[in-house]
């Protein structure tokens, strides 16, 4: 069964500051992987899909990285906004269309 | 295009009542799923149709029922609830994103079993 997590489970840094955040899964055997934002009480906006064939893909100060073999992905945010402020999930695609997410990451950027 | 809709927003049910959550898109994909959103759970697959006509059980499937009324709609019924299925139910519907299945969500309703 695929599993995965996401560290840490919360971050919080000051306005203009770089980060990564942290994805894992066990089953390296994935059709994609994608990268969500979730603000308070709402739903998910797709952020970056990466295909099992890609190593990574960028959008703006997001850029997100897959390393198949070692089950991992980061998802890199260069010179954070307040505005950058939500929960941040990992989903994993083994086939098809189902998704396991990660339980997310909780961004605070402060002013 | 208003992309996933769900009715209703929030909800408040007593043990036993029986509630109908209601789910609709309209950008002509053939999948949709449910999900439900716990702390520190993430999300769940409960029940997803790969089309109209067909549906599948997800990870957590208990206590729920689900109908493909037609390509746009996908309604998720909770029989007698339990205090639970107190969560945050995600519907959701797939389609192709740069030559990929992507999935594309709904607000979500906020859900309550006293």
């Known amino acids: 069964k695929q599993e995965v997590t996401q560290i840490p489970a919360a971050l919080s840094v000051p306005e203009g500051e770089n980060l990564v955040l942290n994805c894992s899964f066990t089953?390296?055997?994935?059709?994609?992987l994608q990268w969500f934002r979730q603000d308070p009480g709402k739903g998910l906006t797709s952020l970056l899909l990466?295909?099992?064939?890609?190593r990574e893909q960028t959008s703006g100060r997001l850029n997100a990285s897959l390393d198949k073999s070692s089950g991992r992905s980061t998802l890199y945010i260069a010179a954070s906004q307040p505005g950058d402020s939500a929960t941040y999930l990992c989903?994993?695609?083994?086939?098809?269309?189902?998704?396991?997410f990660g339980e997310g990451t909780q961004l605070t950027v402060n002013p | 295009n208003a992309g996933v809709t769900q009715t209703p927003k929030f909800q408040v049910l007593k043990t036993g009542q029986s509630m109908t959550l209601q789910c609709a898109q309209d950008?002509?994909?053939?999948?949709m799923y449910w999900y439900r959103q716990d702390p520190g759970m993430g999300l769940r697959l409960i029940y997803y149709?790969?089309?109209?006509?067909?549906?599948d059980k997800g990870e957590v499937p208990n206590g729920y029922n689900v109908s493909r009324l037609n390509k746009r709609e996908f309604s998720l019924r909770l029989e007698s609830a339990a205090p639970s299925q107190t969560s945050v139910y995600f519907c959701?519907?797939?389609?192709?994103?740069?030559?990929?299945?992507?999935?594309?969500f709904g607000p979500g309703t906020r859900l309550t079993v006293l």
């Open positions: 989903a994993v695609n083994p086939s098809g269309s189902r998704l396991t």
């Open positions: 089953d390296s055997a994935i059709y994609n």
């Open positions: 149709s790969a089309s109209e006509g067909t549906t």
């Open positions: 959701a519907s797939g389609g192709i994103r740069g030559g990929t299945d992507t999935q594309y």
């Open positions: 950008m002509n994909h053939n999948s």
């Open positions: 990466i295909q099992s064939s890609q």
